[in-house]
């Protein structure tokens, strides 16, 4: 059963630590999406990346977020250093390339940074 | 920031009514791709319309789009409580990146 994986599914942390999350795409998906959401500003699209390469990541504060694919079954979301408005919910999805087709989401990993 | 709007917000109706949830959007498109989220959990996808088609069904899912008007429109079809969950729209553009609109929260109440 294909699915994308997050970890952790949940992460407390103080502000100010480095927080890493994880995702492992589908098998034979070669683009990925970093989306977070709240109640406030919804889903919104952090970066994408396709065969590993960044695509967009207009929607990632660059000052402490990062994304990278160190490999086609990892990608990486860092935040350094953390803070309370970060926490929300972070959600990785990965597609096929090629014509019109769906995202398969992660569970999510819901950060709290107090 | 999304690119779109969706409406109504947060919609409420009895099991067997029909649901319709509207999405518009401002940029082009190459498909329009509507997801349901179940409270904290992943979104799931529903169905995909492509930029040259009109409609397009999936059981008890119906989906519109109108590229004249930017816009499209999910209808549920005798609802159930099972139902109840929020309903997003994703624009897919021609490097298949996926922006997605606030959602309509549904609730369906037996």
């Known amino acids: 059963d294909a699915r994308v994986t997050q970890t952790p599914r949940d992460k407390v942390t103080e502000m100010g630590q480095e927080v890493t999350m994880r995702c492992q795409p589908i098998l034979g998906h070669n683009t990925v999406f970093w989306y977070r959401q709240t109640m406030m500003q919804g889903l919104e699209l952090l970066a994408y990346f396709r065969n590993r390469a960044p695509l967009d990541d207009s929607g990632m504060p660059k000052d402490r977020f990062s994304a990278e694919m160190p490999d086609a079954t990892l990608a990486t979301l860092k935040i350094q250093p953390s803070e309370p408005r970060d926490s929300a919910v972070y959600f990785c999805?990965?597609?096929?390339?090629?014509?019109?087709?769906?995202?398969?989401f992660g569970q999510g990993t819901r950060l709290t940074v107090v | 920031s999304q690119q779109g709007e969706e409406d109504p917000q947060a919609l409420s109706i009895q099991e067997g009514e029909n649901a319709t949830m509207n999405c518009s959007y401002k940029t082009s498109i190459n498909n329009l791709q509507w997801y349901r989220q179940n409270s904290g959990r992943g979104l799931v996808h529903l169905i995909l319309i492509r930029s040259n088609e009109r409609e397009k069904h999936s059981g008890r899912l119906r989906v519109t789009l109108d590229t004249s008007k930017k816009s499209s429109s999910l209808l549920i079809t005798a609802s159930r409580a099972a139902d109840t969950a929020s309903y997003f729209c994703a624009r897919g553009n021609a490097g298949n990146m996926l922006t997605f609109g606030g959602g309509t929260r549904l609730m369906v109440k037996p």
């Open positions: 999805a990965s597609a096929r390339t090629g014509g019109d087709t769906e995202a398969f």
